[in-house]
């Protein structure tokens, strides 16, 4: 049996269009190849050291 | 593929051929992402939004760089009326790759329509509103709001879903199936969707399943049975009904039909006599108030009829009357007949012209008339004037001062300049004792006959009067 108030809890109010540039700005747009770039990067430093 | 190290494109080996970089692992995650965003693509291909979201989401976090899967991702969240999400998808696809971008055609379609862009806003505020309500415990205001929600934007998921919530929670199952069916068409694989779904139909077949039963039992009590080609149903309690069982059907419709009359036709046709009567109440009102406008513009046409009557009678009385210009005429005429007739009878001329009233003839204005008067006054003026000089001096003589006093008065009314009658008049007001009059006369003599022995009588007379008082 579905719970009316359990399942209305699980909608979230939509973001406006004026809010959408914060949104974009605050997005985390880090990757997995960033990672990996990063974590090669930082053996080849340890290396050169 | 480009190197991540000096950005070269990279061949089959795993290794850069240009900067010697290690990319086997790199090269293994951006296929990962492709893989993701093929996946999404043929799930979003076969309407599987949810799924395709999904796919896109992991696809991107493997390889953000991925503009394909990131405008992708946008289209699908556009066409589930999720446009902010879609736009934000959109602008950062375009942040990563400028030029030979589709994102920027999707940015340019809505930016380029203000009024889509509103309505977009539009949607989403409702949206939140609803939700609001929902929280707040108005759930009819957010069924309502709602529906202005879909019908601005029919592709929104999320307010599709929060409708069939609303419906199930008011255990209006059709509605609800309704309206996850719809949302069933525009994302078909939706687990929230599903869900729900599940549920309303679950609660939709036992419903069902009752009505069977109830269908089932009715079926039991009937007798079907073929003859020929018809097939009988018969009622297996049903009894040929008798006379008296009749008789007492017909009474009880009767009785029904009585009493749909009275409860349903009566107060019908009641309040249709009663509109008619009080419009032709109105009517007659109305008339009424327009007779009785009427009867008081003529009462006031009466008033102003009968003033005028008054103020032309009031004008005629003053033309014919005893003191009227008519009567001042007739008598000018007679005195002028008696001075031609005999210019020697002062006596009759004079009783003609004291006959006049000068005020009279200063109201009748007509130049002619004044003019003839005058004439006539100065012609036999004087000698009317020593007429009655002669008489009141006797009188005065006398001591005669009553007698005498309208002699006089008429001797200087018809000769101003005879000093003496004036003189005496004034002797015999102060004799009788008008006080007033007398200092009147003595005042006019001193003034009008300065430097006589008239004027010096009168001012001694008048300086003893005022010694005397």
Redesign the interface.
Known sequence: ??D?EE??K???????????EE??YN?D??????I??GM?KDLNNKEEE | MKC??CGCTLSEKDFCTACG??VS??KK??S??NRFYNDGLEKAGVRDLTGAVSSLRQS??????NIEARNLLGLVYFEMG????A??EW??SKNLRPNKNIADDYLNMIQSNQGR?DT??QT??K??QA?AY??QDSLDLAVIQLKKVLSLNPNFI?AH??LA?LY??QEEWEKAQRELQKCLKIDTNNT?TL??MK?VESVLAMREAGRGKEKKRKDEDVIKYQSGNETIIQPINARESGGASTLLNMGIGIVIGIAVACFLILPARLKESDNAVREELRKVSEQNDLKTANIAELEQKIAELTQNNTDIQTQLDSYVGTDGAVETMKYLMDAVAAYLDNPEDIEKIAEKLEKIDPVMMAADGTDVVDTLYEKMIQTVGPSIAENYYDTGYESYRRELYEEAIPDLQKAVEFDQKNGDALLYLGNCYRNTGQKDEAIKIYEQVVSQFEGTEKARKAQNFLNEMQDEG
């Open positions: 049996m579905i009316f399942e209305l699980k909608f979230h109010p939509s973001l406006e269009v004026d809010e959408a949104a974009i997005q747009l880090t990757d997995m190849a960033d990996v770039v090669v | 991540y190290n970089a290690d692992v790199y995650i951006i990962t992402s991107l976090k493997f390889n953000k760089n999720e446009a902010v999400a736009l934000s602008v950062i862009l977009i806003n989403i505020k949206y939140n939700l929902c929280h999320r879903q929060l919530l199930i929670n929230t869900r729900y549920e």
